[in-house]
């Protein structure tokens, strides 16, 4: 079997489950938080023009480097990743104007990064499969201009990296989500499309509903206090009411975010969310514990020194 040997701890090789025909391999144990990838980006998509026109400004603006790499990407679901190293392949008529291959290997291989504000490919990270209950995080870091490949749990020798393609997306159910995969012509077989899919929706279509709850009931917080606080004398009761319901609904998203493996950046954005309502509920010693989590994850997913991870360390309430 052909392989490429990223780095200590990854090998990118063939795989007969993987999207797009290979994936990155654990080489050995790797606990979490590790970055296993770090690379500049081949490409930003933040101002890609549309599909014909965009061909030339794609192409000019990349490096001879950098477009021998775009080379070696599959541009569809029909062309396996080639490993390991190629020759170096002709650039100019492998991307010939007009036979669309350099939009296609861009729309093949971009991943949307919440952290990038928009879709991003890399060369290593192009090859990561998908998984629902992913066991590693993509984040892009602007101060290293930097793509980041962080493992969320531990990983054992010889088990396939994998990232979810809508990572931030994270309350979809099978159905849509396989509709979405189609893209990459993949059939995803992890447990929460399998064995475990009738839990794994209602758990995600319950982390929706909270969600919109959680709103609802904010928006009344908030009603309440523009044209009923006059008039109301119980008016301090009834806001705790309110901001004790809002805590419940966040304390379910987390429960079944957990329950799904959704250890990604989303989490800890709804973890700061129940830490802010513990501390209007009073309940210091839980906001405490929450936040070092929010800590945990974020740290996990993007790492120590990227801003998010920098912004949450140094919050002061
Ligand atoms: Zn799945």
């Known amino acids: 079997m052909s392989y490429l040997i990223v780095n200590e701890d990854i090998v990118l090789r063939e795989s007969n489950t993987s999207a797009k025909g290979a ?11 590790r970055p296993v990838i770090r690379e500049r980006p081949l490409l930003k998509c933040e101002n890609l023009p549309v599909i014909g026109s965009g061909r030339p400004t794609v192409a000019s603006s990349l490096s001879q480097n950098k477009l021998q790499q775009f080379a070696r990407l599959p541009a569809g679901p029909g062309h ?8 170096r392949v002709d650039v100019k008529s492998h991307f010939a104007a007009g036979n669309g291959r350099l939009m296609n290997t861009v729309q093949y291989n971009e991943i949307w990064i919440v952290t ?22 993509l984040c892009y870091n602007k101060d290293t201009d930097s793509l980041g490949l962080f493992l969320v749990r531990h990983v054992k020798k010889g088990e396939e990296i994998t990232i979810s393609y809508f990572q931030d997306d994270y309350a979809v159910p099978q159905s849509v989500r396989a509709r979405r995969l189609q893209k990459w012509n993949f059939v995803c077989t992890c447990v929460c499309c399998t064995t475990n ?31 009923l606080a006059p008039q109301w004398g119980g008016i301090a009761q009834r806001e705790v009411n309110y901001v004790w319901d809002i805590a419940t609904c966040i304390r379910m998203m987390i429960r079944h975010m957990k329950a ?5 950046l989303a989490m800890t954005w709804v973890l700061v969310d129940y830490a802010e309502h513990c501390v209007k509920t009073g309940d210091l010693r839980t906001r405490e514990a929450v936040m070092e989590e929010a800590l945990v ?8 020194s990227h801003p998010s991870t920098l912004y949450l360390a140094n919050r002061t309430w």
Not at 80 to 87: I, L, S
Not at 203 to 223: G, P, V, Y
Not at 297 to 304: H, P, S, T, V
Request: hydrophobic share 40%; aromatic share 8%; proline share 5%.
């Open 260 to 264: 799904e493996g959704l250890y990604g």
């Open 297 to 304: 994850i974020r740290e996990m997913c993007l790492g120590l």
């Open 197 to 227: 899919s009738d839990m794994s929706d209602f758990r995600r279509m319950e982390i929706k509903r909270l969600f919109t709850e959680r709103n609802q009931l904010d928006i009344a917080l908030s009603m309440h206090h523009i044209h």
């Open 116 to 137: 990038a504000r928009c879709p991003m490919v890399g060369f290593h990270t192009a090859a990561v499969s998908h998984s629902c209950s992913p066991n590693a995080y």
């Open 80 to 87: 396996a990743f080639r490993v390991p190293v190629e020759p």
């Open 23 to 33: 994936g990155l391999f654990a080489t050995r144990d790797v606990e979490k938080g």
